[in-house]
């Protein structure tokens, strides 16, 4: 596991190194990153083949359509439903619109978080700790490095990044957990990416804004627009993503998917 980790890094690297020499040429820089993010995909499932011996159901084709898009929509909506409370309650107000052509350099972008973050820190981080550890091990280990690696960001906080440590950590965990595969999570993580910037042409994560389909103004208190990291660093964000995670921890209960500490599966086998 810590080789796949290690390509996947390399991976990472290389979808870095592409948005910066097409920053000028959108276009080519999603091609580019689609092409590693296929690529992204394959080594993830050659190693479960031929490593681990597995199938790699995680990311297996039965559920994908479902399940990617109601991670598309559900990521969308939650993200917009954080602005549309912004702007009721004056904080966020649209001055105008751009191109619809600003919609398609945040595609790379969003493409490469959600794929290779998801591969990385769901993928390869939560089951090995589960294996060993259990589900809601799994689940605190991988929320918590997740939200911490956001602090390489440029304009990146602490704060913000325990707050992606709960919300999104939770939110995107808690979709693997209730379907055992990666495509819910992917969704969430590509559609709330997008949306933000792409779309309301805000701060991702602490990342430079990029202008989006929407000209805006956003001014009030941190609390509420997160600032300089981000809308994830508000109370909206956080209670609307954590709400949603833990509706779908209580579903993963129900429905058996939790996964108990190796002692207690001896335990339970003897």
Known sequence: MLLLGFLLLVMMGLN?????SYADEPVKAVVHVMA??????????GHARFVERQAGNDLGVQGMRRELGFGLLIGAGLYATCELLLMALGVYRITGLNPVSYLVPAIAMALSSSVFEELLFRG?????????FGSWSALAVSSLVFGLSHLANPQATFEGALF??????IL????????????????FHFAWNYTQSAIFSGVVSGNEAAPGLIRSTMKGPDYLTGG????????LALV???????????????????????????????
Request: aromatic share 8%.
């Open 164 to 169: 992606i440590a709960v919300e999104a950590g």
């Open 124 to 132: 390869v981080l939560f089951r090995s700790v589960e294996v060993w």
């Open 240 to 270: 609307l993503c954590t709400t949603t995670g833990i509706v779908m921890l209580v579903m993963a209960t129900r429905r058996g998917r939790i996964v108990p500490p190796v002692w207690k599966r001896a335990g339970q086998g003897m």
């Open 16 to 20: 870095a190194d592409v948005m910066t």
């Open 172 to 187: 995107l965990a808690a979709a693997f957990m209730l379907t055992r595969r990666l495509w819910l999570s992917i969704g």
């Open 228 to 235: 300089q990291f981000g809308v994830e660093s508000s109370v």
């Open 36 to 45: 590693i993010a296929i690529a992204g995909i394959a080594v993830y499932l």
